[in-house]
């Protein structure tokens, strides 16, 4: 889970929170403002589980 707040003087207040289900998450915040601010977040997680089980008995 990430979770992101920015906040700037002169009255410019810009949040963003994105979540997707499926074990991936994915965050970007960029602000522009007069220089430049650029802030980038990215979480990309996948998991996977493959489980077999096979019993074969005496015939």
């Known amino acids: ?6 906040m ?5 207040m810009v949040q ?3 979540m997707m289900g499926g ?10 403002m007069g220089n430049t601010l650029m802030q980038g977040n990215t ?4 998991n996977v589980m493959v489980q077999g089980n096979k019993l ?3 015939i």
């Open 8 to 12: 700037m003087e002169g009255n410019t």
């Open 23 to 32: 074990n991936v998450m994915m965050q970007g915040n960029v602000l522009t």
């Open 16 to 18: 963003g929170n994105v």
């Open 43 to 46: 979480m990309v997680q996948g």
């Open 56 to 58: 074969v008995g005496n």
């Open 1 to 6: 889970m990430m979770q992101g707040n920015v």
